[in-house]
């Protein structure tokens, strides 16, 4: 046995040898191709700072960022048959379920969370689009509308971050009937008289888009989200027409009256919580450290001054 060969050399290469580097270290811009360092990314919000891009937002990272001091509560999620059609393509459901649910730590798509935005009790539903690309399922249409009858019976407005790719394939017309019962919970939360605001990120589309994330009091969109039906390029296709430059775009749907604002994702909170106190009644916030409209400032008078005045 030669030692220097077998025990020393791969002790000095593995003291010497190049490490193998994380890969979500750099995260590449989509638009520019610039990287980001991605401790940076995520205290901007994963937008990145140079371009504006609005990157996919973990659930969780954007429920702490969203609630005041990250505090908030998370509703159980509801139980469901996880395989109702047995179903199989490459790979089966189940499988698939298992997958994501280890990849993301989640459920499903959908996560419901209670708590306070600028002191305001709210009710926040969120998608997850790395769940299975955010799509709604029996689990995820249920979870819906539990955090609509948790709002009716906290009596809170609520709040839902969209983020899908439509209906889940795998189950099927059992998917599709979530778009009625959940547009049900909305009505519900509506004759309650409880403000519902719809956040639309990108991408919002297919049977979501249809239903209840168009359902909103008050519809917000952040920059750049595409947020439609069927896709650009099957809409091209079928009506055999080039479409408008930034077709489906959260611009080009506040232009054209589908979205009432494109709000940054920095100023979402702040924005979210004064439409709701102006659709709840209530008072907005003062801001302390401003001094009040009536009191300017003024230099003090001049002796020569003074004397005028005493006169």
């Known amino acids: 046995m030669n030692w220097i060969t077998n025990y020393v050399r791969p002790k000095i290469n593995s003291m010497l040898g190049r490490r193998d580097m994380p890969e979500n270290l750099w995260i590449k811009c989509p638009e520019?191709?610039?990287?980001?360092?991605?401790?940076?990314?995520?205290?901007n919000l994963w937008v990145i700072p140079t371009s504006?891009?609005?990157?996919?937002?973990?659930?969780?990272?954007?429920l702490k960022r969203f609630f005041d001091e990250g505090k908030y509560e998370l509703l159980p999620a509801p139980k469901v048959p996880q395989d109702p059609l047995k179903f199989r393509d490459v790979k089966r459901y189940t499988d698939r379920l298992k997958e994501s649910r280890s990849k993301t730590g989640l459920d499903d798509s959908i996560v419901n969370a209670t708590g306070e935005i600028d002191g305001l009790p709210v009710v926040v539903t969120a998608h997850d689009f790395s769940f299975m690309g955010g799509s709604l399922g029996m689990a995820a249409g249920e979870a819906i509308i539990d955090g609509f009858l948790k709002a009716i019976e906290l009596n809170r407005p609520l709040v839902l971050f969209a983020a899908s790719g439509g209906a889940r394939m795998q189950e099927g017309i059992l998917s599709l009937m979530q778009l009625p019962r959940t547009t049900v919970a909305v009505e519900m939360l509506k004759e309650a008289g409880l403000p519902y605001i719809v956040v639309l990120t990108n991408p919002t589309t297919g049977g979501v888009s249809a239903s209840y994330a168009m359902l909103g009091d008050i519809h917000?969109?952040?920059?750049g989200a595409v947020i439609g039906f069927a896709g650009k390029r099957v809409i091209e296709q079928t009506i055999r027409e080039k479409l408008p430059e930034g077709f489906?775009?959260?611009?080009y749907l506040r232009d054209h009256g589908m979205v009432d604002m494109v709000v940054p994702r920095q100023e979402l909170k702040g924005t979210i919580a004064r439409v709701l106190r102006m659709l709840t009644g209530q008072p907005a916030l003062v801001d302390e450290a401003a001094p009040p409209p009536d009191v300017q400032d003024s230099e003090p008078e001049t002796p020569a001054e003074e004397e005028k005045a005493d006169a």
């Open 220 to 223: 917000i969109a952040e920059p």
């Open 32 to 43: 520019t191709g610039e990287m980001i360092f991605h401790k940076e990314l995520e205290e």
């Open 52 to 62: 504006g891009y609005h990157m996919k937002m973990p659930v969780r990272e954007r």
């Open 248 to 251: 489906q775009t959260a611009e």
